[in-house]
């Protein structure tokens, strides 16, 4: 696939220090990138200075083979912004009807009433929001809002999509209706989209690829498997969600399967890694099993298991939490097991329990 | 009491009865005020934009100094009108001391940072990322600031609603560059105050009526235009 949008050595300065450094990045034609990382993290900078809207301090960006640096005119400048669109996080609606808010792109480009109208009607349906038309935009609820200023952006058919996290300030039950829609926009339309988010399950549902970001640098970018499966460095493996991370040395490698040592205990990990190394092990807590002591073996095919005492339950909606504490060597690890599997195992802090992980859920991070 | 009825009984009779001359002073007062509005709203709403989105150095400063002329004491802008046209003044080429222009010019002084200030306040007031999304949907400089113009319309017609009630009802400057000559820079308040000054106090009540109810409805119509979506 063809870059739509390439970026090169992109630096943005914000007072005194760099918001924003990035070598490279590139938005393929037809993809979802899903930017994540946390607040500060620099993924509004970025999408703005891809968006044209932030002059960055150097770097340079190519637009559909269009070269954009600090020589570019206003004039063209605007032209280019034409062929995109930006949804930010708040609405930010105009004082008017649903309608008008949805044509002002379209009229800023200066098109005609009927076919203005013609292009609405179909995204009107699209997003449910036919029956507002004619609403003030100002009493329309925070979901509604959002849906109309997604419809003035994809009215526009842009040829690449920004949203700057559309859902964050949204309740649940409207923010998971959004997505849906939004998914099924983006399967229909193949749009080219760059999806700010600091939500990784958002990223992970909508993302063809996954980028991370820490302190105005882009950590990662690949896959969702990849980045959630493989992470670079620390940081970003405890943004994807990996709770599970070990300090230890490589003992031994022996036909792609490493021994580490972890405060005495061997973990077996499913990579290549050199003996004497020191390294981070990742496992995802949704990796470990639980078992009780005298059933650990036969439930359990896994290479690592380690035997200790639950020290804590966290329910976390459909989904619980358990914290444990292997006795020999002090590892602390969480597992995140259903309720019904907490039900069935009958735990209480304090007891006794072994977990379970695959060679292959064991990713390691050298230093 | 005889006194403010009185006056009430002539105002509605002068009114009833076309007075020429009434009618004279009630249309220069509305032409020459409606000018000055009009020329504030020119220079102001522009200007109070352009201190609401620019950087330059001085800004704040200036901002304050519009701030500040709001209240501007109408005598004093007379004062500087009168210099600028007199005799050997900078502009006393332009022979319009004692005319309607004097005045239109002397209450445009008045009236333009009212507007430049509302129209600032307003402007500043809006959500700065609003500007990001006009920009990002691609409007040029003149697109943003018509939908920006169209956004603050309220506090915009306050604006004028302001700008119009300081100058219809102010009497220092119009007095003072205009000179209060029948027939010709006469308007509503000089003529209440020429009235008062020689004790026909029915007059003056009934000029003052009259003044009362011309801001009133002016201001009525904008109101309307104001509210109207709410």
Redesign the interface.
Known sequence: MAAILDARNLTVQRGESFALNVPEIEIEDGEVLALIGPNGSGKSTLL?AL?L?LPPLSGEIVFEGRRIGPATGQQEL??L??R???V?Q?P?L???TVFENIA??LK??GLGKKEIAQRIAPWLDQLGIAHLAEC?AKKLSGGEAQRVSLA?ALV?EPRIL?LDEPFAALDAPTREKLTDDLEAIFKKTKLTTLFVTHDRNEALRLGDRIGVMFGGRLRQIGAPEEVFGSPVDEETARFVGVENILHGTVVSCDEGLSHVSVRGADVQVAEVLPEGEHCLICIRPEDVTLSRPDEAKKTSSARNRLAGVVQNIVPMGTLSRVTLQCGSCGISLSALITRQSLRELSLKEGEPVVASFKATAAHAIRK | MDLILDGLRKAILLIVSLDREVWDIILLSLKVSGSATLISILIGIPGGVALAFSRFPGRRFIAAMVNTSMGLPPVVVGLFVTIMLWRGGPLAALHLLYTPSAMVIAQSVIAAPIVAGITMASMQQL?P??I??I??????RL?MLR?LL??TRLPLLAAVMAGFGGVISEVGASIMVGGNILGQTRVLTTATVMETGKGNFDTAIALSIILLLLAYSVTLGLTLIQQK?R
Do not use: P, Y
């Open positions: 703005q968006a809207l605007i032209s912004r034409r995109m669109a930006v930010f708040e930010l105009f004082d008017t002002s792109g800023i480009r003030s003035r526009l920004f | 959500d990322k609003l990001l999304q920009r990002a949907l691609g409007a040029t697109q939908l169209r956004e979506r």
